[in-house]
């Protein structure tokens, strides 16, 4: 599995790069604050929101602490999607939130 640093994502970010960031959070979560790029998608929703998702984009999978995340991300490669973990979720980001 592919992962990324919070430190290179908020790079990335900072360098103005178009990142496809998706939030796998639920919503309780992330009230308390998201990248503000990020596209909510609750892991448990995930199966029913492929169609939303694009396989010529390489995704970023954000939680709280990298362990869902890195579930999603092992699903989305598992159908053909390109998907990243960012290590360590939310909790080892320190960029600017929403």
Same mark, same amino acid.
């Given at each position: 599995?592919?992962?990324?640093?919070?430190?290179?994502?908020?790079? @990335?970010?900072?360098?103005?790069?178009?990142?496809?960031?998706?939030?796998?959070?639920?919503?309780?979560?992330?009230?308390?604050? @998201?990248?503000?790029?990020?596209?909510?998608?609750?892991?448990?929703?995930?199966?029913?929101?492929?169609?939303?998702?694009? @396989?010529?984009?390489?995704?970023?999978?954000?939680?709280?602490?990298?362990?869902?995340?890195?579930?999603?991300?092992?699903?989305?490669?598992?159908?053909?999607?390109?998907?990243?973990?960012?290590?360590?979720?939310?909790?080892?980001?320190?960029?600017?939130?929403?």
């Amino acid at each position: 599995m592919k992962t990324i640093t919070p430190s290179e994502v908020a790079k @990335k970010l900072a360098e103005g790069q178009a990142l496809s960031l998706i939030d796998v959070r639920e919503p309780e979560e992330i009230a308390s604050g @998201k990248i503000s790029t990020a596209k909510e998608i609750p892991l448990g929703t995930l199966p029913e929101n492929l169609n939303e998702l694009d @396989k010529n984009k390489e995704y970023i999978m954000v939680c709280r602490s990298g362990n869902r995340s890195g579930q999603a991300t092992q699903y989305l490669e598992e159908q053909g999607f390109q998907a990243v973990n960012m290590e360590g979720g939310m909790l080892a980001w320190d960029g600017p939130i929403e």
